[in-house]
């Protein structure tokens, strides 16, 4: 099986994939502090839970594919693939990995890992034009070409972000749980708080996508909107712009990719 990682500013999600299929995932904390060794022990304990997989460290995982937007935790997770892993292939995505994603912007060494590693996903499964919608600590809409290439994007602050800036900055406001309220209309603070995140996030991605379509394409209905994060629940049935929801994009980019790298290595 193929044990997949993203790592995030924010969040950490893991992968675990038995061919094309995705057969469990978790969802922990980023931690620039830990370790490498204290990865390890965090590792065995999510998959030591698993049936398919054995109870030492690496039974049962054929290979590794690591994206990290977190310099200091992909440095630690080079190190576990090498001392706990190392008779298992291991993909870090950096440069020199084949993705086969043209990047068109003026500098492609800024272009985030994990925001081309959701082009190629979203090029497999739902072909081009597209424009991908990451629910994050950011909040980014990239822009892929009708030939698979990723030609751009939109960065806005995510929602968990402008919840703490609420709370932090506003004398009588403070944090809040992210839900949906009762009603547009607030009838209390926190109601209304929960309604400004809410609706005006639905907004925002409706009136960028709605922007960026028009640049992409001539006929923007042509555009393929997918929405990925572990936020974008929270926005899905208020958008009127997004078509499809695939919560493991990331993920499966990281699975197509180590496919087409691991021969090589």
Same mark, same amino acid.
């Given at each position: 099986?193929? $044990?997949?990682?993203?790592?995030?500013?924010?969040?950490?999600?893991?992968?675990?994939?038995?061919?094309?299929?995705?057969?469990?995932?978790?969802?922990?904390?980023?931690?620039?502090?830990?370790?490498?060794?204290?990865?390890?022990?965090?590792?065995?304990? $999510?998959?030591?839970?698993?049936?398919?997989?054995?109870?030492?460290?690496?039974?049962?995982?054929?290979?590794?594919?690591?994206?990290?937007?977190?310099?200091?935790?992909?440095?630690?997770?080079?190190?576990?693939?090498?001392?706990?892993?190392?008779?298992?292939?291991?993909?870090?995505?950096?440069?020199?990995?084949?993705?086969?994603?043209?990047?068109?912007?003026?500098?492609?060494?800024?272009?985030?890992?994990?925001?081309?590693?959701?082009?190629?996903?979203?090029?497999?499964?739902?072909?081009?034009?597209?424009?991908?919608?990451?629910?994050?600590?950011?909040?980014?809409?990239?822009?892929?070409?009708?030939?698979?290439?990723?030609?751009?994007?939109?960065?806005?602050?995510?929602?968990?972000?402008?919840?703490?800036?609420?709370?932090?900055?506003?004398?009588?406001?403070?944090?809040?749980?992210?839900?949906?309220?009762?009603?547009?209309?607030?009838?209390?603070?926190?109601?209304?708080?929960?309604?400004?995140?809410?609706?005006?996030?639905?907004?925002?991605?409706?009136?960028?996508?709605?922007?960026?379509?028009?640049?992409?394409?001539?006929?923007?209905?042509?555009?393929?909107?997918?929405?990925?994060?572990?936020?974008?629940?929270?926005?899905?049935?208020?958008?009127?712009?997004?078509?499809?929801?695939?919560?493991?994009?990331?993920?499966?980019? $990281?699975? $197509?990719?180590?496919?087409?790298?691991?021969?090589?290595?």
């Amino acid at each position: 099986m193929l $044990l997949t990682i993203d790592v995030g500013n924010t969040h950490t999600v893991l992968g675990l994939f038995d061919g094309d299929d995705i057969v469990e995932h978790w969802r922990i904390s980023t931690d620039a502090r830990r370790t490498a060794d204290e990865l390890a022990v965090l590792l065995q304990g $999510l998959m030591g839970m698993h049936p398919l997989l054995g109870d030492e460290l690496g039974d049962g995982i054929d290979g590794i594919a690591i994206c990290a937007t977190v310099p200091s935790v992909l440095h630690e997770l080079r190190e576990v693939t090498r001392r706990y892993y190392g008779d298992v292939p291991a993909m870090l995505v950096e440069p020199g990995v084949k993705t086969g994603v043209p990047i068109l912007t003026d500098h492609p060494k800024e272009v985030g890992a994990d925001r081309i590693i959701n082009t190629v996903a979203a090029v497999d499964l739902y072909g081009g034009p597209a424009i991908v919608v990451d629910f994050g600590t950011a909040t980014t809409f990239d822009a892929v070409s009708a030939r698979g290439e990723y030609v751009g994007g939109v960065i806005a602050p995510g929602i968990e972000i402008s919840v703490e800036a609420l709370g932090v900055r506003g004398a009588q406001l403070r944090k809040i749980e992210v839900a949906r309220p009762r009603s547009v209309i607030g009838k209390n603070t926190v109601e209304a708080m929960q309604s400004g995140i809410i609706y005006g996030f639905a907004g925002q991605v409706d009136g960028v996508v709605q922007r960026m379509a028009r640049e992409l394409a001539d006929d923007p209905e042509d555009v393929t909107v997918i929405a990925t994060g572990g936020l974008a629940p929270m926005v899905l049935g208020e958008s009127s712009v997004i078509d499809e929801h695939e919560p493991w994009l990331t993920l499966i980019g $990281l699975r $197509l990719v180590y496919e087409r790298n691991v021969s090589r290595m």
